[in-house]
Nanobody, 124 residues
Framework: QVQLVESGGGLVLAGGSLRLSCAASGRTFSTSGMGWFRQAPGKEREFVAGISWSGTSTNYADSVKGRFTISRDNAKNTAYLQMNSLKPEDTAVYYC?????????????????WGKGTLVTVSS
């Protein structure tokens, strides 16, 4: 079992940056694929980015490619989402996600563990 706790959300102006962190507890973090999803008000939860256990394989939603970067530090049991050039449409609750398998997360059905989320608000 893995418990996930997000941090780093907040209010930022359009064009600004934020870095989200996901602290994981449990012995299996270093062998778990990780990912980030987001859910805007009135919308379904959507995939943002995923990373394999080693960090060598990553994947992104088209809407964030070139602006967001997912990474992880297995020594610290932490995954990150660096968000640059933020837009008002990036406003959402961002959720950290983990899976029992070492490969990257690409869709909702891949997820075995969820964090409770952190709110990101991008103001124009």
């Amino acid at each position: 079992q893995v418990q996930l706790v997000e941090s780093g959300g907040g209010l930022v102006l359009a064009g600004g940056s934020l870095r989200l962190s996901c602290a994981a507890s449990g012995r299996t973090f270093s062998t778990s694929g990780m990912g980030w999803f987001r859910q805007a008000p009135g919308k379904e939860r959507e995939f943002v980015a995923g990373i394999s256990w080693s960090g060598t394989s990553t994947n992104y939603a088209d809407s964030v490619k070139g602006r967001f970067t997912i990474s992880r530090d297995n020594a610290k049991n932490t995954a990150y989402l660096q968000m640059n050039s933020l837009k008002p449409e990036d406003t959402a609750v961002y959720y950290c996600a983990g899976r029992a398998q070492p490969i990257s997360i690409k869709r909702l059905s891949d997820v075995d563990y969820w964090g409770k989320g952190t709110l990101v608000t991008v103001s124009s």
